[in-house]
């Protein structure tokens, strides 16, 4: 990824979110030097950890902690709202929770779903895996994050389109009594 006319690197941020959970394993995995390292060759510039009630600290790092072109490093535990996190990002990195899985899709987000197999009964590995089957997302464990990222190609992806509706409602309405409009 190039730099623009005045050298500078355009800011492209990768945003993980592990929502209200403790996702300890993801927030390690984001935070390897390995990691870092992938998402810098890749153009990356900045990292923003959302870690929740997680114990573990991953270390912050700014522009004039390491070599020009590295990756600045910043996380924080809970924020009122994560849309603008997602809105800015170039790509998304979040557990496998549908509401933070579907508002990450609906505005168009490169999307990495990594599952938590701490959980029980974890159904919303079998939502990831159903949507990266359809070329909507990727879908990792901590364990394959990395090599997740270095194989990635984002142009693969397929936009998602929310359905619609109004054929399911109109036939409620009809069973209900309800004149369509």
Avoid: W
């Amino acid at each position: 990824m190039g730099e623009t006319e005045d050298g500078v690197r355009p800011q492209r941020t990768v945003f993980v979110t592990v929502g209200t959970t403790c996702f300890d394993a993801l927030v390690r995995a984001v935070g390897t030097r390995d990691f870092q390292q992938e998402l810098s060759a890749r153009g990356y510039t900045h990292l923003v950890i959302q870690m929740g009630r997680g114990t573990y600290t991953p270390k912050k790092l700014k522009q004039s902690d390491g070599e020009d072109g590295s990756l600045v490093v910043d996380y924080f535990t809970f924020s009122s709202s994560i849309a603008d996190y997602l809105r800015s990002a170039s790509l998304v990195i979040s557990h496998a929770g549908s509401g933070s899985i579907f508002e990450t899709l609906r505005l168009g987000k490169p999307l990495i779903v990594v599952v938590n197999e701490d959980l029980m009964d974890n159904h919303q590995s079998e939502l990831a895996e159903e949507l990266a089957e359809r070329k909507h997302l990727y879908c990792a464990r901590p364990q394959t994050l990395y090599k997740t990222i270095a194989d990635m190609d984002l142009e693969s992806l397929l936009p998602y389109v929310p359905g619609d509706a109004t054929p399911v409602a109109k036939i409620i309405n009809r069973f209900l009594g309800f004149l369509d409009d």
